[in-house]
Each structure stands twice: as C-alpha cells, then as structure tokens.
C-alpha cells in the first residue's frame, strides 16, 4: 500500500509495510506538474508481462517494483486490485504509476 501526501510543490508517496521488500522502493517524490491524471485502475496486473527490474510479480497474490514494458516504465505496488489507481506522469523516470491506496477517491481528489 502507498500513502500520498502534498508537501510544498511535490507529491510524496510513501510505500507502507513490507511493499517496501517486494517493490525495492521507499518513497517517490515527484513534482505537482509532473502528474497530468490520476484514475481508478480498471485493468488487471496480470498484464504486465514486461521485465520486471527488480520487483515483485506473484499472480493473484501481489505485483510490486519496476517494470519496463513496450508503453514505457511504471511503477506498481498492488494486492488489492479494488484499491488501486493509476498515475500518469511526465518529464519523469516513470511513465506511470499504479498504486494500491486505502481510499482510490480521495487519493484522486488530492493528485
């Protein structure tokens, strides 16, 4: 799970728990005009069969880490596919995000 904060001009988001393990990741800083959307993940992770550096990947149970896949590199931590969202960027490493987060509307609200 990923908590999101706002401090200043940058959006924090804080991997929780023992994510922290299966996505080799701790937090993400990344600045408030980077984020062009964020939306409710529709899509099942079971799709993302790019490769997988380092990260994460048990079907069903949890996919977490980088991946690089032909639309460009993402971020994932997810167990809960209700709970998930996805964030898109620009001018950044990632491409996207695709994060569990205890409440997907309000975690919207806020990006």
């Known amino acids: 799970m990923v908590t999101i904060e706002k401090k200043e001009n940058n959006f924090i988001f804080e991997v929780q ?13 990344i600045p408030v005009e980077n984020v062009i959307k964020a939306y409710p993940n529709e899509k099942s992770l079971d799709w993302l069969m790019g490769l997988r550096i380092p990260g994460t990947h048990i079907p069903g149970l949890i996919t977490a880490g980088t991946y690089y896949v032909n639309s460009g590199t993402i971020f994932c931590d997810v167990s809960d596919h209700k709970k998930s969202i996805v964030v898109e960027l620009q001018d950044e490493s990632f491409q996207r995000l695709i994060i569990e987060v205890e409440d997907p509307q309000n975690a919207i609200d806020l990006l």
């Open 17 to 29: 728990g023992l994510h922290k393990l299966w996505a080799f990741r701790s937090q993400l800083t």
